[in-house]
C-alpha cells in the first residue's frame, strides 16, 4: 500500500485512466471498452499496481502473453519491481513436486524402541496392546496416501460362514467404519465413548454394529467427505491404547462381549489387531498398494489366539451340526485326541490342540494328526481370506481332525 | 497434516510425556514423523541419515519434554528447529572429508537449509495462499483459471500467488528457525 508519493503515483499520473483512486480501480489488465479497439499502441498501459500485484502470477508463469510482456518491460525500468521479481523468482525454485517419499512403516517400532532405550517409560504400552498400536499405526499410514477417488474404491470383505467362503462389496471408507465400530466394544468396556451411542442395544454382535453404524450419517460414506471416518477411527485407537495402558495389569481380564460370547481385555485387544491388519490389506489389495505383515512377534500372538480359540470353535461346530460329533467324550482336564499345529516362519511356532472338548489336556501319546502351514497362511485362513480345502501344505494323520480344526479355524471368521 | 494443533493439545502432550507416558510417545510420533523424516531428508538427501536424525529428535523431545516451551511457539515449530538443526549437524559431519572446502561445505549446508525452510514454510503458511500456489505450479493453471478454480476474483488470485511466493521467498534469509535461545538443541 503506497502513499500517493510512491512510485505509484509517478506511474499513475502517465495514465490516461488519472490517479488511482477508490472511484477509479484500474482496470488495464482487462481491456474492454465498449467502442471498438484502438490499435494498440494507444491502449492504456498497464499500471504500476497492476503490474506489481502480477509479479507472482509472473514468477510462476501464470499469467497471459501479454502480461508477461508487460510486467517484464515494466522490470526493466521499476528497480523495486525487478528487487521483488527476483526474489519471487528465486522462491519457485524452492518448490517442488511433492515427493511422495512413504515412510517406512518399520521405522516407527525402531524409533520408538530407541527411546525407550534412553529413558524407560513410567506408563509403558502394555505387551497385550502393542500389537494393536503397531497395526492401527500402520493403516493409519496408508490411508494418509490415499486420494478421494481411492476412498470410495471398491473393497470385497471376505469370511467364512460355517460352511462356505462369504463375500460383501464395500468401499475403504466404509472398512474404517466397521472397525471405528467393533473398536467401539473394547472402547466401551475400559469406560470410553461408545461411538455406536445408543444405537445399539447392549451385546449386539460386531455385526450388528457395523451395520447400525452404516446406516447413520457418519458411517454412509455417500453422506460426507470420504476420508472423515479416518479422524474418528484414528482418535479412538489412541485412546484406546492410552487408556489400556493406565488401566493396570488386572484390566487384561476384564471380559470385552462379542455378542453371545466374550474374550478377556488383552485377547480383544490382539483380534482388534488382526482384524486392523486384515482388512488394511482389503484397502491396499483394492487400490494395488503393497502392505506388509505385522512384526514376528505380533504375529505370534496372533496365530497364538487363533490356535487357543481353535478347540471352542471346534466344538461349536460340533453342536451346530456342521461336524460329526468327537469320538470319545472326555472329561474336563483329562488328555485326549490331539492336533499338532505346527505353524511356520516368522512367527511361527507350536500349538496342540485338545480336539474332544474344550476342557480336555492335550496328549503327546494321543497325538492323531499333524498340520503344518506359514504363518501367514493361517492367519488368511482364520480371517476367512482362503477356504479350508486349499490351506494347509502340510498334513498328516487323521483326516478328520485335519478338517474339523481346519475348518474351524476358517469360522472364527466374521464380517 | 499440515494443520496446527491449538496450544492444548501442545501443552497437554508435553505433560504426558514428562509423565513418562510411552502411548503419548506414539501419538506423538504419529503427528510430526511425516515433518521430521521430510525436513531430514530435504536436508541430508539420503534415507538411513534421515532415519537417524528423526530416531534422534524423537529421542530428544521424550528425554527432554521440559525443554519446549510454549511460550516460543507451537510444538511443530520447536520440532521442526530441532530437526533442522540436527539434519544440518550432520550435513557438515558428513561433508568434512576432506574433499571439500569449507566454503563449499557452507555453500551446501546454506542450500539445503533454505530448502528444507521452504518446506516447512509450504506445510505452515495459511491453506488458501498454498491452493493457489498448488493450482498454478502443480497443475499449470494460470491465475485466471486459479481464481475460477478457487472461487476467488482474479484480483483475490494474484494477490494470493504473490503473497504465498513472498512468504516463500524468506526461507533465503538468515532463519529465525535456527537458535531461540530459551531452546535446547539435540545432543
New interface residues.
Partial sequence: MSGPAGPEATRAQESPDGPDGPTAPPRA?HPDPPAPAPPAPTLPAPTHKVLK?????W??A???AEETAAVEEHLTDCATCADEAV??R???A??H???N?D??PR??S???S???G????????PDWVAPY?AET?RL?ALL?DIGEAEWRAPVRLKWFDGERPVARDTTAAAVIGHLLAVDGLVAAVLGLPDPLGPLVAEGATPTERTEAFWTTAAGDPAGQAPGAVRGGWREQS?AL??TA?FAGAEAADRPVPYGPVSLPLADSFVDRAFECWVHAVDIADAIDYPYASPSAGHLHRMVDLGARLLPAAIAGRRRAGLAPPPHALVPAGAPGRTLHLEVEGSGGGHWYIPLDSPGATTSAAETVAHVALDAVEFCRLAAGHIPPEEAAAGQTGDRQAIRDALYATASLSRL | MATEAPPRWDRKMQQRLAHGEAAALGELYDRFASLVHTLAHRVLSDETAADRVTREVFGYVWENPGAFDPRQGSLRSWIATLTHRQAVERLRQSQSDGESTPEEIEERVREASAAARADYIVTSMPAPLRAALDLAYLRRLDYRQAAADLGVTEDEARRRLRLGLQLLSTAHHAPRVVSPPAHGGVR
Fill in positions: 489488465e500485484s502480477l509479479l507472482g502470477a514468477a510462476l501464470a499469467c497471459s526474489r519471487l528465486d522462491a519457485v524452492l518448490l513436486p511433492e515427493d517419499l515412510l517406512d521405522l516407527r525402531r524409533v520408538l530407541a527411546c525407550l534412553r529413558r524407560p517409560a513410567r506408563v509403558p504400552v498400536d499405526a493409519d494418509h489412541h491404547t492410552r495402558s
